[in-house]
């Protein structure tokens, strides 16, 4: 089956400690997208990757870092420099041809006690 | 500034219809989309539209006006499954997409 993973679904965090959140497509996908979302307002762009060994600033990219060393994999670190770590963190991809529709993973909670 | 409106929260009853609104003030205009979101879930594509009409699609539709930056989602006979958030996305004319804050929409039986 073709999709998206992300692991974990949950995850805790002392403040000040970097961590790594997880995602892998087995879709052929070119380009992948991190985005934040927190209650009472929409996704946010982190980042987003259309190849491997690059990617591009979203709205949103202060306090993280993202690598793309493989097409099927674009991790995203939430750096101790993010001031409000705790959200909801949706991994998507798309072909480059059809940026327009988006496969979503289940998501990561990310909880920074 | 770009900005999506959406109601925070409906409720409707099951078997019956929904409209849910969505109104936008972007700079440009490449797309609307609708995404379906359950409670913890990933959004799920339901519709897009580009150009001015109605776009039907078995139990739900979708319309779009583009000179009015409006648009709204239909949900014809309700099941409890369809309770989930409804998220409405514009694309800008940097093929961004703007995203709305989700309508909530609660099914009744």
């Known amino acids: 089956d073709g999709g998206i993973t992300q692991s974990p679904k949950y995850l805790f965090r002392k403040e000040g400690q970097n961590v790594t959140l997880s995602c892998e497509q087995n879709?052929?996908?070119?380009?992948m997208y991190w985005y934040r979302q927190d209650p009472g307002q929409g996704l946010r762009l982190i980042y987003y990757?259309?190849?491997?060994?690059?990617?591009q600033k979203g709205d949103i990219a202060e306090g993280y870092s993202v690598s793309r060393e493989k097409k099927e994999s674009f991790p995203l670190t939430v750096t101790s420099a993010q001031k409000n770590p705790t959200a909801f963190y949706l991994c998507?991809?798309?072909?480059?041809?059809?940026?327009?529709?988006?496969?979503f993973g289940p998501g990561t909670r990310l909880t920074v006690l | 500034g770009q900005n999506i409106d959406q109601p925070t929260e409906m409720t409707a009853t099951e078997g019956a219809i929904v409209q849910i609104n969505c109104t936008y003030q972007?700079?440009?205009?490449?797309?609307l989309f609708w995404y379906q979101q359950h409670a913890g879930e990933a959004p799920t594509f339901l519709s897009y539209?580009?150009l001015d009409g109605l776009e039907e699609k078995g139990r739900f539709s979708s319309f779009l006006s583009r000179s009015k930056g409006y648009s709204y989602l239909l949900l014809k006979e309700l099941q409890m499954k369809d309770s989930a958030s409804y998220l409405c996305?514009?694309?800008?004319?940097?093929?961004?997409?703007?995203w709305g804050a989700g309508t909530k929409l609660i099914i009744k039986p």
């Open positions: 998507a991809s798309s072909t480059l041809a059809d940026t327009d529709t988006q496969y």
């Open positions: 879709l052929n996908h070119d380009a």
């Open positions: 990757s259309q190849i491997v060994n690059d990617f």
């Open positions: 972007t700079s440009g205009f490449n797309g």
């Open positions: 539209n580009v």
């Open positions: 996305a514009v694309k800008d004319s940097n093929y961004q997409l703007i």
